[in-house]
């Protein structure tokens, strides 16, 4: 049964992990916790010998862009940045993947076991430059259930990929799993297939992000008519000095 609770980043990595997936390896700090353990992201940075920094909030759906540190081979710069933001954002370092060597990255789209979308491109990058390519540079891939599938037919190791997110069911509801394809083995597993995480909401991000926004405009929305209409009535009151109160409306 899918647990209805949304974890924080790193331990849906590690429910990702548990479920078979491959993704890079990483080690994560909470909150004010890397002063105290920075040995273990000195031993982290030795075993791989180029790390990427990366910073997350605890509340995703106000912090969608945070500090990140590409491809660090000086355990000085590392320090300095992740102790920094480690005040604020939980720090989670992951071996360094080059994204030159990219074959093609993309969103596989879960709504059930039967339906499912495959957003992608060719070419270096991540999941997440999705957002910044043309119509031509994009390939959609459908399978519905009762119809034939339709649109660009990805690899063969990507569609292999969706049947397996198809059955992992981490929560009720549509999720996405963000994956990239290499020409040689990458990750813990060692596999041409390295999954980046799994996430709620639709194929594009920045679409999550700005329907967040647009929930967050929408309650300060309210909240302003709120208080408008107490200004109304406020208005319309007498203060009496000698009680303290209000004693009646104006005519």
Known sequence: MPNEIYPIKHKRLQQ????GFNIADFIC???????????????????????SCRHFHEDEKRHFKCPVLYDQTDIDAVLAF??????????????????????????????DERNYFIEYFFGQGTPRDIETKNADELKVYTRAFGVPPSGDEPLEIIK???????????IRGPYIIEFSVYPYPIGINQTTVVVWEWRLGWLHYQLQANKSLIEEN????ESIKRFRGR???????????KTGGFWG???
């Open 16 to 19: 990702l992990h548990e479920a």
């Open 29 to 51: 700090f909470p909150p004010r916790t890397l002063a105290g353990r920075t040995e273990e992201l000195r031993a982290f940075l030795v075993k791989h010998g180029k790390i």
């Open 82 to 111: 992740c102790l920094e933001h480690n005040q604020i954002y939980y720090t989670l370092c992951n071996e360094a993947i080059c994204l030159k060597d990219s074959v093609c990255a993309g969103n596989v789209l879960i709504l």
């Open 160 to 170: 292999r990929l969706a049947f397996e997110a198809s059955k992992f069911h981490p």
């Open 218 to 221: 929408k309650r300060l929305s």
């Open 231 to 241: 200004i109304r009535e406020l208005e319309n009151e007498s203060w009496d000095m």
């Open 249 to 251: 409306r104006l005519p």
